[in-house]
């Protein structure tokens, strides 16, 4: 099934180890993102979207811009978390069609 718009709220490893190395923290959460844009890519309708959630320096830090052309898509958005959900995601068709949450891990919580 392919999607309109794939989104990704804050992207988390949740490995404590790399509470350590700020340099290591960023370079598996790209690579985090990368995986996930070629993923997310693969389930998205020909003119979709695919929308990630980070904070603070998290978009410069993680290399978003980067991981997102290598996947071969373009940044077409920023927005600050601030602006308003129904904004963003339906200023372009009136509708779209979204995927039921599915989670793949059980929550620590």
Known sequence: ???DIVLFNHPHLGDKALLESEKRHA???YVLLSHYFYSAKSILKNGGRIHICLCGLQPQTWKIWNAARNAGLQI???????C???????KEKPSYELADVQPHYPSKR
């Not at 077409?76 to 601030?82: D, H, K, L, Q």
């Not at 308003?84 to 339906?90: M, T």
């Open 1 to 3: 099934q392919k999607f």
């Open 27 to 29: 370079e598996r959460h």
């Open 76 to 82: 077409v958005a920023e927005e600050s978390t601030a």
């Open 84 to 90: 308003p959900v129904h904004k963003w995601l339906f």
